[in-house]
Nanobody, 120 residues
Framework: QVQLVESGGGLVQPGGSLRLSCQAS????????MGWYRQAPGKQREMVAT???????NYADFVKGRFTISRDNARNSVFLQMNSLKPEDTAVYYC??????????????WGQGTQVTVAS
């Protein structure tokens, strides 16, 4: 069973930046798509960004141009660089392991989440 551990959340002022990290257990990290999702209070969990086994990325429209997802397969890690943060980015951010192919199903492999709060 894969374990995903997020870190890097915190309180930041509007316009600021944060970098989230997700460390995955196991030796087959590079085989899987990875993603970042978020859930704000009272709202459904939503996709923020995904990355293929290589470098192909996909972003939700509300973060395009502000957030960047990347991965380091040697370190079993995926990152989310968040710039120009807005109060509406406040949420718990979750790391998720995806399928091994682009047409595969995203299973229920989640981290515990890390809180991001954007406020002045």
């Amino acid at each position: 069973q894969v374990q995903l551990v997020e870190s890097g959340g915190g309180l930041v002022q509007p316009g600021g930046s944060l970098r989230l990290s997700c460390q995955a257990s196991g030796s087959d990290f590079s085989r899987y798509f990875m993603g970042w999702y978020r859930q704000a209070p009272g709202k459904q969990r939503e996709m923020v960004a995904t990355i293929s086994r290589g470098t192909t990325t996909n972003y939700a429209d509300f973060v395009k141009g502000r957030f960047t997802i990347s991965r380091d397969n040697a370190r079993n890690s995926v990152f989310l660089q968040m710039n120009s943060l807005k109060p509406e980015d406040t949420a718990v951010y979750y790391c998720r392991r995806g399928p091994s192919v682009s047409w595969g199903t995203w299973g229920e492999y989640w981290g515990q989440g890390t809180q991001v709060t954007v406020a002045s």
